[in-house]
């Protein structure tokens, strides 16, 4: 599989910028628990993440990253808990084939972005690491790139 094939280059430079910061980027930053490689990606004055705690009911939702610290902390624990487990196949290979970004607005400078995540990872012992969730990112055209300044994460496929 070759994971550095931008869906959305033939569509705009933004859709294609995009895809390679929420996708690419993002799984390579993961598999290597590398949180520098991404950390220029987000606005961290502007943003906040939503946790939906894989619930429709909005009611149930919470504001647990109302800074990008709690985030990057959050983010890192996940990457280490999957780097520890035993994969049949690259970690980065797994995430990549679990994803993708199936709509995509952009309005002005700003963006809306749906990510699924929807596949299983092999692990050596014969069990399964399920991946079926998905995202709405919120991105901001800052300067000369786009900037991640929100997300309403984990919520139900």
């Given at each position: 599989?070759?994971?550095s094939?931008?869906?959305?280059?033939?569509?705009?430079?933004?859709?294609a910028?995009?895809?390679?910061?929420l996708?690419?980027?993002?799984?390579?930053?993961?598999?290597?628990?590398?949180?520098?490689?991404?950390?220029?990606?987000?606005?961290?004055?502007?943003?906040?993440?939503?946790?939906?705690?894989?619930?429709t009911?909005?009611?149930?939702?919470?504001?647990?990253?109302?800074?990008?610290?709690?985030?990057?902390?959050?983010?890192?624990?996940?990457?280490?808990?999957?780097?520890?487990?035993?994969?049949?196949?690259?970690?980065?290979?797994?995430?990549?084939?679990?994803?993708?970004?199936?709509?995509?607005?952009?309005?002005?400078?700003k963006?809306?972005?749906?990510?699924?995540?929807?596949?299983?990872?092999?692990?050596?012992?014969?069990?399964?690491?399920?991946?079926?969730?998905?995202?709405?990112?919120?991105?901001?055209?800052?300067?000369?790139?786009?900037?991640?300044?929100?997300?309403?994460?984990?919520?139900?496929l």
């Amino acid at each position: 599989m070759d994971v550095s094939k931008n869906p959305f280059e033939h569509v705009s430079k933004d859709h294609a910028a995009i895809w390679q910061m929420l996708v690419y980027r993002d799984i390579e930053a993961f598999a290597k628990s590398d949180w520098m490689l991404i950390a220029d990606d987000f606005l961290q004055d502007k943003f906040y993440g939503i946790n939906a705690r894989f619930s429709t009911d909005p009611h149930e939702w919470q504001l647990d990253f109302p800074i990008l610290k709690d985030y990057r902390d959050s983010w890192l624990a996940q990457s280490q808990l999957s780097r520890n487990k035993q994969y049949i196949e690259p970690l980065i290979i797994g995430i990549h084939k679990a994803t993708t970004i199936e709509k995509m607005q952009i309005k002005s400078n700003k963006a809306a972005v749906w990510k699924k995540f929807n596949g299983e990872i092999k692990l050596v012992d014969g069990t399964s690491e399920i991946l079926k969730w998905q995202t709405i990112y919120f991105c901001e055209y800052h300067n000369t790139s786009w900037k991640i300044i929100g997300f309403i994460g984990y919520l139900p496929l």
